[in-house]
């Protein structure tokens, strides 16, 4: 049984940027700029803040937080996506998540400029996502399928299963794993809340993946022998066991599914550490297409 090191191909993927940095400096090009937009001060919010700031030192990339408070008004949030829109020396920004109820979460997408959208939210790049065409990723579907990729997994003519279907996960990476690409060619079929014999329609699945925000509740059960299992949910839940009173799960019982399968990613330490450094290789392209 193969666990599928998410942490290693992540920093993998780190350190072949900080060599592509290294290459531009030396060129005298300019090196990636990723900036952060952040309204209140959520404390997942703000430990992500400083996980992108982090990361991007560690490549050589400059970052730039722009924090709100929680009652900024949508006229100034947007005024500020004009600036960091105009700006030349920024290729690309993301916008945390959620966002206050007065705001507009659709006006604020739409305003971003699409060439700066690493989030991957604007319809424009949603919509070259669908059509196959050359785009930026939303990063966690992106980090999925380079980690399935990266792992030695074959996707093409594999029935994948993906079970959730929200924006920014489910839907984005069913879209990935269709395309007529050779990292994908998937058949796949996507499942929700509402979809009658969800285990019987998982146990059909060569590959697994699960993004439902639900800790744990994907059992040996749901899962074909020989499968490959990728978790996409990460949950903090109680346990008095624990040193620390709690303790990180996934959405999938990694211990009895791990025993079924050829494959399974752990959590933590699976597509988590993904989704950052695929943010990163947005931001490369971004930087490469616009400034270098
Ligand atoms: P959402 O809550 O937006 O979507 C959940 C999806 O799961 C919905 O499509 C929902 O169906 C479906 N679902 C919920 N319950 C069930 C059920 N009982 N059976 C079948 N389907 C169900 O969550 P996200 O997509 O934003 O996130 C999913 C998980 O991934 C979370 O644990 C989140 O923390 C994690 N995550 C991890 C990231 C990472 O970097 N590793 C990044 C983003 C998210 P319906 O549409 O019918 O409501």
């Given amino acids: 049984m193969q666990i599928i090191d998410g942490k290693a191909i992540a920093l993998e993927i780190k350190m072949e940027l900080a060599q592509e940095v290294k290459q531009l400096l030396e060129h005298g090009q300019a090196v990636p700029h990723l900036a952060a937009v952040i309204v209140g001060s959520d404390g997942a919010s703000l430990t992500y803040m400083e996980s992108i700031k982090r990361n991007c030192k560690e490549v050589g990339y400059i970052a730039s937080v722009y924090q709100f408070p929680a009652n900024v008004q949508e006229a100034e949030l947007l005024a500020a996506l004009d600036f ?16 206050p109820k007065h705001i507009s979460l659709e006006k604020v997408v739409e ?28 990063a966690t579907p992106y980090g999925t399928i380079e980690l399935i990729k990266r792992a030695g997994i074959e996707i093409a003519g594999k029935h994948c299963v993906m079970v959730g279907r929200s924006n920014i996960v489910g839907k984005p990476l069913a879209m990935l794993l269709a395309r007529n690409h050779p990292d994908a060619n998937a058949t796949v079929t996507v499942c929700h809340s509402k979809t009658a014999n969800l285990q019987e329609i998982c146990r059909q699945a060569d590959i697994l993946l699960v993004a439902i925000g639900k800790p744990e509740m994907i059992t040996a059960d749901y899962v074909k022998q020989g499968a490959t299992v990728i978790d996409i949910g990460i949950h903090r839940i109680e346990d ?38 695929c943010l990163l290789l947005n931001v490369m392209k971004a930087c490469k297409s616009t400034r270098n």
């Fill in 111 to 138: 305003h971003v400029d699409y060439n700066k959208d690493m989030d991957c939210f604007h319809p424009f790049n949603t919509g070259k996502l669908m059509l196959g065409q050359d785009a930026f990723f939303p």
């Fill in 240 to 277: 008095p066991d624990s040193e620390k009173g709690y303790r990180i799960c996934g959405d999938v019982k990694y211990d009895e599914v791990a025993k079924k399968c050829a494959a399974i990613t752990p959590v933590p330490g699976g597509v988590g550490p993904m989704t950052m450094s």
């Fill in 84 to 99: 960091l829109n105009q700006d030349d020396e920024i290729d690309g920004y993301i916008i945390q998540l959620p966002l």
